[in-house]
Nanobody, 126 residues
Framework: QVQLVESGGGTVQEGGSLKLSCAPSRRTFGRYAMGWFRQAPGKEREFVAGISWSGGTTTYADSVKGRFTISRVNAKNTLYLQMNSLKPEDTAVYYC???????????????????WGQGTQVTVSS
């Protein structure tokens, strides 16, 4: 069964940058909307950013607007999350997810996403 695999997490100082990647373990991306979510210790998982299949439409949580950029290169079967100006409150496990029922922009509703990765840890030190 196809899985999503995230990479690129790590530890960075406040103000630094990281770029996360997500790719399927096999097969290619379908015409799916995709999204990034995160879960901090002791908190519920929350929406970070979503992108349509074409990449032409994106949406962001208010907490990351202007700092994070979601993108995808379908020819490489890869989804990205560029994270700049990182803050300690960005510390979390980051998950990519696919909404295989639609190609339009992925929204914030987690129940719409039916394929999830295992997550990658991002730690921002102050």
């Amino acid at each position: 069964q196809v899985q999503l695999v995230e990479s690129g997490g790590g530890t960075v100082q406040e103000g630094g940058s990281l770029k996360l990647s997500c790719a399927p373990s096999r097969r290619t991306f379908g015409r799916y909307a995709m999204g990034w979510f995160r879960q901090a210790p002791g908190k519920e998982r929350e929406f970070v950013a979503g992108i349509s299949w074409s990449g032409g439409t994106t949406t962001y949580a208010d907490s990351v607007k202007g700092r994070f950029t979601i993108s995808r290169v379908n020819a490489k079967n890869t989804l990205y999350l560029q994270m700049n100006s990182l803050k300690p409150e960005d510390t979390a496990v980051y998950y990519c997810a696919a909404d295989r029922s639609r190609s339009v922009v992925g929204g914030a509703r987690q129940d719409l996403y039916d394929l999830w990765g295992q997550g990658t840890q991002v730690t921002v030190s102050s």
